[in-house]
Antibody, heavy 113, light 106 residues
Framework: QVQLKESGPGLVQPSRTLSLTCTVS????????VSWVRQPPGKGLEWIAAIWSGGSTDYNSALKSRLSISRDTSKSQVLLKMNSLQTEDTAMYFC???????WGQGVMVTVSS | DIQMTQSPSFLSASVGDRVTINCKAS??????LNWYQQKLGEAPKLLIYNTNNLQTGIPSRFSGSGSGTDYTLTISSLQPEDVATYFCLQHSSKYTFGAGTKLELK
């Protein structure tokens, strides 16, 4: 069945770069895209970035300058990098299959010194 | 970018009540509107896709309607397990979520 699982560092220092990995199973990254969505504690959902089945990418306009999304199809992984982290970037980060029908459980990222 | 305005932000209702939640897009999104339910500590769960299509396994008391810029999620008879936060999502152009509606029992 379709599964997505996020992994990442948990704690990142301010101004550093965050690297997150979404490992998928049950579908091919060349057939479906994957997005990243985040949710600060007690707040709403914010779409961050997507990589589509053909390899093209889209970014949240407000975050675009800080983001990079890529994939390794051989490993069924989607990678998200966000630089210049601030405390406001503390959030649960989810990956989801295109259309946002299927979601991972999320990984909590705390930005703190 | 498309903006989504969701209302109300908070809703208190009794078991058996009919509940409606609204989302308004800043431009026509051609029915590319999903609804999600999120319970504390869980990932969002898809309820309705493309305005009015019930996701597999979702109870029929949930329904969606709308067109153009205005969309509605309806729970026909509120059950205790429906206590959650509900979000709309437009996927006409990239993705934008509504701010959410927290639904509680009266």
């Amino acid at each position: 069945q379709v599964q997505l699982k996020e992994s990442g560092p948990g704690l990142v220092q301010p101004s550093r770069t965050l690297s997150l990995t979404c490992t998928v199973s049950g579908f091919s990254l060349t057939s479906y895209g994957v997005s990243w969505v985040r949710q600060p504690p007690g707040k709403g959902l914010e779409w961050i970035a997507a990589i589509w089945s053909g390899g093209s990418t889209d970014y949240n306009s407000a975050l675009k300058s800080r983001l990079s999304i890529s994939r390794d199809t051989s490993k069924s992984q989607v990678l998200l990098k966000m630089n210049s982290l601030q405390t406001e970037d503390t959030a649960m980060y989810f990956c989801a299959r295109s259309g946002l029908y299927y979601w991972g459980q999320g990984v909590m990222v705390t930005v703190s010194s | 970018d498309i903006q989504m305005t969701q209302s109300p932000s908070f809703l208190s209702a009794s078991v058996g009540d009919r509940v409606t939640i609204n989302c308004k897009a800043s431009q026509n999104i051609n029915k590319y509107l999903n609804w999600y339910q999120q319970k504390l500590g869980e990932a969002p769960k898809l309820l309705i896709y493309n305005t009015n299509n019930l996701q597999t396994g979702i109870p029929s008391r949930f329904s969606g309607s709308g067109s153009g810029t205005d969309y509605t999620l309806t729970i026909s008879s509120l059950q205790p397990e429906d206590v959650a936060t509900y979000f709309c999502l437009q996927h006409s152009s990239k993705y934008t979520f509504g701010a959410g509606t927290k639904l509680e029992l009266k």
